[in-house]
């Protein structure tokens, strides 16, 4: 089955350092989501990638999506210790690949911890 | 505006009893969801709905039942619990058209079996 790998799995920095997390597919992707889960919370919707490299930015944040849309990376720059959380990717299976559109495989998350 | 809620927020059972969580969403999205999220493992979809009357089975199902008599109703049974259903259980509705949507979780419920 589809699978979607991430790493690193946990990463610690020292606030104001840049922080990025990877999101790999063992399959062509119709898009990628990513969500923010804060210690305790429950996931929360932070972008959608569509586009084959699509490249897009919330504030401090840069999302990307690779041209074979096989894979992601979102990247904080200046970290601050209101990003502390678990970053997910989710990925939904290109249906020209048998996968269908309400499917969302996440990966298994970045722990990031923010040292003030 | 409470979008999605669950119910209840913490449940701890004992092996063998049957138990169901709640999840109620107020903008009647057709699609719902629920998630297990264990640690090393992510999130993982048990079952899903596409509508009222229609649900489908997720990744990992077995031990669970779900009904969706109504479009802002969609229960999760735990027929009779076993201590790996420990767990904490996300329900999550979909807003959007086709492959391109945005899901949202509700606050999720910590699920105890002893």
């Known amino acids: 089955g589809q699978q979607v790998m991430q790493i690193p799995q946990y990463q610690h920095v020292q606030e104001g350092e840049d922080f990025t997390t990877y999101c790999n597919s063992s399959t062509t992707l119709s898009n990628i989501q990513w969500y923010k889960q804060r210690p305790g919370g429950h996931p929360v919707f932070l972008i959608q990638?569509?586009?084959?490299?699509e490249v897009k930015k919330q504030k401090r944040l840069t999302f990307q999506f690779g041209e074979a849309k096989k894979n992601s990376s979102l990247h904080i720059t200046a970290t601050q210790t209101t990003d502390v959380g678990t970053y997910f990717c989710?990925?939904?299976?290109?249906?020209?690949?048998?996968?269908?559109?309400?499917?969302?495989?996440f990966g298994k998350g970045t722990l990031l911890t923010v040292n003030p | 505006d409470a979008g999605i809620t669950q119910s209840p927020r913490y449940k701890i059972t004992e092996t063998g009893r049957q138990v169901t969580l709640m999840c109620h969403q107020t903008?009647?999205?057709?699609?719902m969801f629920w998630y297990r999220q264990d640690l090393g493992h992510g999130l993982r979809l048990i079952y899903y709905s596409a509508a009222a009357d229609i649900t489908d089975k997720g990744e990992v199902p077995d031990g669970y039942v779900v009904s969706r008599s109504k479009t802002e109703n969609f229960p999760l049974t735990l027929e009779s619990a076993t201590r790996s259903q420990t767990s904490v259980y996300f329900c999550?509705?979909?807003w959007g058209q086709g492959a391109v949507y945005e899901q949202y979780f509700g606050p999720g419920t910590r699920l105890t079996v002893t």
């Open positions: 999550a509705s979909r």
């Open positions: 903008w009647s999205h057709s699609y």
């Open positions: 989710a990925g939904i299976k290109d249906p020209n690949s048998g996968g269908s559109n309400y499917k969302l495989t």
């Open positions: 990638l569509v586009k084959s490299g």
